[in-house]
């Protein structure tokens, strides 16, 4: 039987733009498999995406997807012969994941032992973003950083520097000669964190705006987001400053956290009395509101979850985070009820590994965990490997406002897509061959695999090498 399902059960997806046949195009073979629409959580959520277990992906010569088929309508199509044709028959091949929370000066101290959320942070994060100050060094560990990601296979990225405008610069520097699509920003943080690492509510804009008309959407593909670190450690002033910044570009964006631990929500709501909860704290500094993504969401209520949904907002879901901090359970079933933009993020380095498959895995057992706990009354959300690789790819680029360029491999989008080797390991080797349905196979790859997996991956078109191994 074949492993992924039948052609038939693969229907119902948009038509794709075809090339001229003049055209000779850089050819691309495997199975190909993305998504077209959300697949809620449907065990087999046919019309939602699509798949060719023999494929081919043709790319212009700037590295944009001009064409995908069937291989040998592709063939016909194009006149390709073996000599045209990249070849991964046999592997899966997926647009490139998208990580929608990490810190990259946090990678040095990732499996950190022993705290929670606060005296983690001043035990080993603030420490180690300290370094920051240093551009040469940053760029040492952008470097690394951004490697990691590829490695694990992941092409795009919305990550925080530290509170160092060079941290952001060296950063962006990097990723503009891997040509590798990212977000990110320097903290904003003036208070309740060492001197040594504190800004100013005029330095902060200074800074972000600096970065701001130097490198959004105009070196690379690097975009920017405003970072106030979390609400406790930014004063009123400071987040006038962040909403200013918010408001006066149309399309940057915001990246902070909320509702991760009990202590810090206990924390914030000593800080902002007035404000109704901690969302509400950032909604009524005008926070909240397209390409705003708020990290954790742990102990968010209805009311928050409704009030993120109404302003289209996203949520970063970390799991390997939450569990290693012992921050708790994300309401994954609430959030999807709510219909919140909900993605995943590795959260490096609280959370313990760069690679958003391991991070699915993780998801999946928080989501296992509560399933005995979600209300009668309410339907009980399950995290399907469908719903776990959409987030990770279509439901991320949607999140970003960005699904025009990336999270699918339909015509016209960037070429950033990896390719799985579903012989990575003998133990997944073994499992695969036991798979008979696409969604088996899909979650045999989420629970079993890590970046050895990743046989290769493609940045607009390009096959990015290893230069750190």
Same mark, same amino acid.
């Given at each position: 039987?074949?492993?992924?399902?039948?052609?038939?059960?693969?229907?119902?997806?948009?038509?794709?733009?075809?090339?001229?046949?003049? +055209?000779?195009?850089?050819?691309?073979?495997?199975?190909? +498999?993305?998504?077209?629409?959300?697949?809620?959580?449907?065990?087999?959520?046919?019309?939602?995406?699509?798949?060719?277990?023999?494929?081919?992906?043709?790319?212009?010569?700037?590295?944009?997807?001009?064409?995908?088929?069937?291989?040998?309508?592709?063939?016909?199509?194009?006149?390709?012969?073996?000599?045209?044709?990249?070849?991964?028959?046999?592997?899966?091949?997926?647009?490139?994941?998208?990580?929608?929370?990490?810190?990259?000066?946090?990678?040095?101290?990732?499996?950190?032992?022993?705290?929670?959320?606060?005296? /983690?942070?001043?035990?080993?994060? !603030?420490?180690?973003?300290?370094?920051?100050?240093?551009?040469?060094?940053?760029?040492?560990?952008?470097?690394?950083?951004?490697?990691?990601?590829?490695?694990?296979?992941?092409?795009?990225?919305?990550?925080?520097?530290?509170?160092?405008?060079?941290?952001?610069?060296?950063?962006?520097?990097?990723?503009?000669?891997?040509?590798?699509?990212?977000?990110?920003?320097?903290?904003?943080?003036?208070?309740?964190?060492?001197?040594?690492?504190?800004?100013?509510?005029?330095?902060?804009?200074?800074?972000?705006?600096?970065?701001?008309?130097? /490198?959004?959407?105009?070196?690379?593909?690097?975009?920017?987001?405003?970072?106030?670190?979390?609400?406790?450690?930014?004063?009123?002033?400071?987040?006038?400053?962040?909403?200013?910044?918010?408001?006066?570009?149309?399309?940057?964006?915001?990246?902070?956290?909320?509702?991760?631990?009990?202590?810090?929500?206990? /924390?914030?709501?000593?800080?902002?009395?007035?404000?109704?909860?901690?969302?509400?704290?950032?909604?009524? !500094?005008?926070?909240?509101?397209?390409?705003?993504?708020?990290?954790?969401?742990?102990?968010?209520?209805?009311?928050?979850?409704?009030?993120?949904?109404?302003?289209?907002?996203?949520?970063?879901?970390?799991?390997?985070?939450?569990?290693?901090?012992?921050?708790?359970?994300?309401?994954?079933?609430?959030?999807?009820?709510?219909?919140?933009?909900?993605?995943?993020?590795?959260?490096?380095?609280?959370?313990?590994?760069?690679?958003?498959?391991?991070?699915?895995?993780?998801?999946?057992?928080?989501?296992?965990?509560?399933?005995?706990?979600?209300?009668?009354?309410?339907?009980?959300?399950?995290?399907?490997?469908?719903?776990?690789?959409?987030?990770?790819?279509?439901?991320?680029?949607?999140?970003?406002?960005?699904?025009?360029?990336?999270?699918?491999?339909?015509?016209?989008?960037?070429?950033?897509?990896?390719?799985?080797?579903?012989?990575?390991?003998?133990?997944?080797?073994?499992?695969?061959?036991?798979?008979?349905?696409?969604?088996?196979?899909?979650?045999?790859?989420?629970?079993?695999?890590?970046?050895?997996?990743?046989?290769?991956?493609?940045?607009?078109?390009?096959?990015?090498?290893?230069?750190?191994?």
């Amino acid at each position: 039987m074949n492993p992924y399902g039948s052609e038939s059960d693969l229907t119902g997806a948009a038509t794709l733009t075809s090339c001229p046949t003049s +055209f000779i195009p850089k050819a691309v073979r495997g199975s190909l +498999f993305f998504f077209l629409d959300d697949p809620g959580t449907d065990n087999d959520p046919v019309s939602s995406y699509r798949y060719y277990e023999d494929g081919i992906l043709i790319l212009t010569d700037d590295g944009h997807i001009a064409d995908i088929g069937s291989a040998t309508d592709m063939q016909s199509r194009y006149g390709l012969t073996h000599r045209d044709i990249i070849d991964h028959s046999g592997k899966l091949i997926v647009p490139g994941f998208i990580d929608t929370h990490t810190h990259y000066p946090q990678s040095g101290i990732i499996a950190a032992y022993g705290y929670q959320l606060i005296e /983690w942070l001043e035990k080993y994060a !603030f420490p180690a973003e300290a370094e920051f100050i240093d551009k040469h060094y940053a760029r040492t560990i952008s470097r690394f950083f951004l490697s990691e990601l590829l490695r694990n296979g992941t092409t795009t990225a919305l990550i925080f520097g530290s509170v160092h405008k060079v941290s952001a610069e060296a950063l962006f520097e990097e990723a503009e000669k891997l040509n590798m699509r990212i977000i990110g920003g320097k903290i904003m943080m003036d208070r309740n964190a060492p001197q040594y690492l504190l800004d100013t509510p005029e330095t902060a804009y200074s800074d972000s705006k600096a970065l701001i008309e130097t /490198w959004h959407n105009k070196r690379g593909r690097i975009r920017y987001a405003i970072t106030p670190r979390f609400a406790a450690t930014s004063s009123n002033e400071q987040l006038q400053t962040a909403q200013r910044l918010y408001h006066a570009y149309d399309d940057v964006y915001l990246q902070t956290h909320v509702s991760e631990n009990q202590h810090e929500i206990a /924390w914030v709501k000593r800080l902002f009395p007035s404000s109704k909860s901690y969302l509400n704290v950032y909604n009524d !500094f005008g926070l909240v509101g397209p390409r705003s993504i708020f990290a954790h969401g742990i102990h968010l209520t209805d009311d928050e979850f409704k009030l993120l949904a109404d302003k289209n907002a996203a949520i970063a879901f970390c799991p390997t985070s939450n569990l290693f901090l012992g921050s708790g359970l994300f309401n994954f079933n609430h959030a999807c009820l709510a219909s919140v933009r909900l993605t995943l993020g590795t959260d490096i380095g609280a959370g313990t590994s760069f690679s958003m498959l391991k991070t699915m895995a993780e998801a999946y057992k928080v989501v296992q965990l509560q399933s005995n706990f979600a209300s009668a009354s309410k339907k009980k959300a399950a995290l399907t490997p469908f719903k776990a690789f959409y987030m990770t790819t279509l439901g991320a680029a949607r999140a970003l406002f960005l699904e025009d360029k990336i999270g699918t491999l339909q015509p016209g989008k960037e070429g950033d897509f990896i390719v799985l080797n579903p012989d990575a390991t003998p133990l997944l080797s073994f499992r695969m061959k036991k798979t008979l349905t696409l969604a088996d196979r899909l979650f045999a790859f989420m629970m079993l695999a890590d970046d050895r997996a990743i046989n290769a991956v493609y940045l607009m078109g390009k096959r990015w090498q290893n230069s750190e191994a």
